[in-house]
Structures are given as C-alpha cells and as structure tokens.
C-alpha cells in the first residue's frame, strides 16, 4: 500500500535541520539571555535585508502584528476596518479586538480581495484597508494603493502567507503602512512554535511598535503607555535565522512543484487552477484548486492517501458568533461561491516529482479522465 502523502512535512524538515537547530537552541541556552536578545535582533535585521525596508519588529505571533498595527494608525472602538471574508479568522479578529468592526469585501477569481468591491464599501468610519495575500499570492495592489489615496485610508497587508511573494517585483508588506507576517510553523519561514513580525518604513510607527510589545517600556522602571506581551523569544529568533538562510530555495522549490501541477492538471474541464500574470510573483504557501464535486474528490483522494486540505472551509461573515457585527447583511457571491469548491493540494518543499504525478493521476482518473 503506498505511504500517505502529507499536506505538509514538518518531520522531514526537522530530520533534515536537526544538527543545526539543536546547535542554534544550545547558543540561546549558553547566552541565556531568552527574551528580545541578540537573535531577535539579528532577525529583525535580516527581514529588513531581505524586504529592503527600514524596520522589522519581531513579535510572539501574526496575530499580534495585525492587532499593534491597527492599534499604531489608532483603530478604535466603533471604527471599520476593510477585509476579505475568506481568511484565516485572526484577519477578522484582530479587528474585533480592539472593538472596531470588520467589513468584508468580495474576492477576484485569484482568491484575493476585490478592489471595486473595497470602495463600494468606505464609509466616513472607514479606518483601514486590510488586503490579505491569501496563498501567497500578491493582491492588486495597483488598485488598492489607488482607492487609498483617494479616500486617504491607510493600509494594513496581512501578508501571514506571504513572506517572499511579489507585485511588480516588490514585496508584499511594504506597499502599505505596515505589512504584518506570521512565522507560524506551516509558513514557508517558519519557527518552532508561534512567532510573528511587523514591518514599516515609518520611524514613528517603529519606535511606539517596540514600545508597544513590551507592555510600553521604554526601560525596567520607566513606563509610556499600557502596551502588550507580544515578544519574539530568542529560541524561535534563532530558528528563523536559520531558516531564512535557505527561504529562497523553499520558495523556488514550491514554485517549481506548482509548475509541474499545472502541467500534469492542465485540461479538466472539472478544476480550476491558479495563474499568475506577469507582475505576480507567487511564493506557494498553499496550492488551491477549484473543484466540481470538491467534497467527493477530497474523500477519493484521502482513500488514495493523499492529504489535502480547505483553506477555508468557513466564511467569517458568516459565523454565528459575529451577527453582533451586522455581518448577516453580506451577500458576497464570489466567495460564497468559491469555498463550496476550493482544496488545497499538497505543495510543500519535500515532495517528490513522482509523489504530484500521482496526486495529479488520481485527480483524472476521479474525473473519469486519461
């Protein structure tokens, strides 16, 4: 019987880093200086290399970088928050968080948010544009950037799934005021546990953002303002020092695995797969088809022991525990449309050319194709 093919291979990594990883911990350990020490610092530097913007501030989780960037351009209570609907639940509750309310906006055929769609939706209590990179794909932000100067609304990029993705040949999370990013295990820069970061060009945002983490210390005794404990430890600092070293084999690997899918999909009337123009540059961090019939392809493809995944497979204007928002009153046709078809194949770096032609293979014969 063939081995399961894993949505994502941790294991693997972790066998194939483990020397190092253990040397790295045993450094953090010999130092034992654990919090906001010389490791997170090196990585905030390395981000800030790899970005080629000004400043990076290394935080416990993606999460938190969404909630202190909306707190550092002054989101409040009552305040509305522009977002997609089709996102990880922490794009939304970052919003809700801090009592402000999110507003959800459509998507284009890529997954990404609708940019007509966000200006039919500012209103004068409109505080923040939220684009996510959903997939690792960049949204337009040609657009975006065009609908926030007009209306003089600053944005956020919720760039969690993005880290290395490209519009224009610029990074996603330094088009806006702030781009946040997660290093969440499944993320293709990933630490071993949570971690998170934000990025900015503005001083002013930097400087209260490290305040901010740190439960707004300037120093031990002297204090600013109620901050947060929203700190990067130095063990997963070291890690992601580590592993930001090979992030660009990760990514070309990814992209070379989403090739060949396209390649050996290429043809089934029955799925829908992602494209790329020219002025996209697509990291990867998940590969999402459409399918007809997804929910009987999905079982098919587990009894073939092929894992995959739905991301997602909720709608977040939709949930229950959100009506206090007023969320029932969206009807968002795209995105309803697109989450009764959409899975998730797996794409992570260690899969073998033989393991997608499978995968691929299985796919057609569920379709009742050569």
Known sequence: MRNKIPYVNLKKQSKEENNQIIKALKKVLSD???????????????????LNIKYCIALNSGTDALTLALSLIGVKRGDEVITPSN??????????????????????????????????????????????HLTGKSCNMDDIIKIS????????????????????????????????????????????????????NSKKYYQKAILLRNHGMKDRNTIK???????????????????????????????????LYKKLLKGI????????????YSTYHTFLIQAKNRNKLKKFLEKKNISTGIHY???????????????????????????????TLPINQYMRVKEIEYISKMIRVFYKLK
Not at 96 to 116: M, R, T
Not at 231 to 253: C, G, P, T, Y
Not at 315 to 343: A, C, D, G, T
């Open 32 to 50: 034992s200086n654990f919090i906001l020490g010389s490791e997170t610092q090196k990585f905030e530097k390395n981000i800030c290399k790899y």
């Open 87 to 132: 996102s990880f639940i922490a794009s939304a509750a970052s919003i809700a968080h801090l009592g402000a309310i999110p507003v959800f906006a459509d998507a284009l055929e890529d997954y990404n948010i609708d940019p007509k769609d966000i200006e039919k939706k500012i209103t004068n209590k409109t505080k923040a544009i939220m684009p996510v």
């Open 149 to 200: 100067k007009k209306f003089n609304i600053p944005i956020i990029e919720d760039s969690a799934q993005a880290i290395g993705t490209k519009f224009k040949n610029k990074y996603v999370g330094t088009f806006g005021e702030l781009g946040c990013f997660s290093a969440h295990p499944l993320k293709n820069l990933n630490a071993i546990g949570d971690a998170g970061y934000l990025v900015t």
């Open 225 to 259: 303002f109620f901050g947060h404990v929203s700190r990067m430890d130095n063990f997963q600092a070291s890690i992601l020092n580590l592993r930001i070293k090979s992030l660009n084999k990760v990514v070309k690997k990814r992209r070379e695995n989403a090739t």
């Open 269 to 280: 009337s029955q799925v829908k797969l992602p494209k790329d123009g020219k002025e996209y």
């Open 313 to 343: 497979p909720y709608l977040i204007h939709k949930l229950k525990f959100i009506k206090k928002h007023n969320s029932s009153k969206y009807r968002l046709p795209n995105v309803e449309k697109m989450v009764k078809e959409i899975l």
